[in-house]
C-alpha cells in the first residue's frame, strides 16, 4: 500500500506548477477521510494532515482549509496509513498485514480470536517470525500474565471498559490536564 502513496510526497509541485493528478490525490484522499463519520468532527471538519506544527493530525478544520493547507505545506512525514481519518493496520496472527477502514478493522479483531489491543500490539512488537503457540519463558509468561490482567473488566457488568483502559484514560487525563 504504502506504494500506492508515494504520491503524497512525489509530484505535488511539477515544474513550478501544482499538479493536476497530486490535485486529484487530495480530493479522492478528503473523500476518503469523509466516508468515516467517527473521524469526522462537526460534518465537515477533519483533522488537518499538513506540516504545520499546529496541525500534524491535531487540528480539525474545514475541508476546503485542510486542501489548501495541503497544497501549501504538502502532507505530514510518513503518512502512508491515514490511522487519523479512518484507516488501520491489523496484524493477522502477528505475521501479514492487512489494510482496513476502522469500521472494518472492529469485524477483523472479532473474528481473528478476539484480539485486544494489547495483543496486537504485542503481536506488532514480536515481528513477523513471532509464534503465539510456543510456549514463553518465565519471563514472557510475567509480561503475559500482566496482559491477561489488563484485559479484565473495571467491574464484572462493564464489558466496554477493563482495568488497563481505565487506567490509561486517566493517566491521559492527568497529562492532559497537567495535573500531578
Not at 487530495?26 to 473521524?39: I, K, S, T
Not at 472494518?104 to 514480536?126: G, I, P, W
Not at 464484572?156 to 500531578?180: D, F, G, P, W, Y
Request: hydrophobic share 30%.
Amino acid at each position: 500500500m504504502e506504494d500506492d502513496r508515494e504520491w503524497m510526497y512525489e509530484g505535488r509541485i511539477v515544474n513550478g506548477m501544482f499538479s493536476n493528478e497530486w490535485g486529484d490525490k487530495v480530493d479522492e484522499f478528503v473523500v476518503f477521510a469523509l466516508r468515516h463519520p467517527e473521524c469526522v468532527n462537526g460534518g465537515t471538519s477533519i483533522r488537518c494532515p499538513c506540516t504545520l506544527v499546529k496541525c500534524q493530525n491535531k487540528k480539525f478544520l474545514n475541508v476546503e482549509t485542510v486542501k489548501v493547507h495541503l497544497y501549501r505545506n504538502g502532507f505530514v512525514p510518513d503518512y502512508y496509513v491515514w490511522i487519523y481519518h479512518g484507516e488501520k493496520q491489523v496484524h493477522h496472527r502477528c505475521s501479514s498485514s492487512v489494510w482496513v477502514s476502522v469500521s472494518e478493522t472492529d469485524q477483523m479483531v472479532s473474528d481473528n480470536m478476539n484480539h485486544t489491543t494489547y495483543h496486537r500490539m504485542v503481536c506488532d512488537a514480536a515481528g513477523p517470525e513471532f509464534n503465539p503457540d510456543e510456549e514463553p519463558n518465565a519471563e514472557a509468561r510475567n509480561f503475559y500474565d500482566m496482559i491477561r490482567a489488563g484485559d479484565k473488566p473495571v467491574y464484572e457488568e462493564n464489558s466496554k471498559h477493563t482495568q488497563l483502559s481505565a487506567a490509561v484514560r486517566m493517566l491521559e487525563i492527568k497529562c492532559r490536564h497537567r495535573c500531578s
